[in-house]
């Protein structure tokens, strides 16, 4: 009873593997989270148009308004 599905079976002792391997690399990742979102935000930089901070508006409030 050979059928083609059958090729697609995984079994525990396959996917078991697949999975700790996922959570290993999954754990490494949240370890050094903060060396992983740093270099992500330099290479973020390195293609990011390089612009001139805006100059921060002052507002006027109605005491220097009336002086």
Do not use: E, N, R
């Given at each position: 009873?050979?059928?083609?599905?059958?090729?697609?079976y995984a079994g525990p002792d396959q996917v078991m593997t697949v999975t700790s391997g996922l959570a290993s690399v999954l754990g490494l990742l949240l370890i050094f989270w903060h060396k992983v979102v740093a270099v992500f935000f330099k290479f973020v930089r390195l293609f990011r148009r390089g612009t001139d901070p805006a100059s921060p508006e002052v507002q006027k409030t109605s005491s220097e308004e009336s002086s």
């Open positions: 009873m050979p059928s083609p599905l059958f090729a697609l």
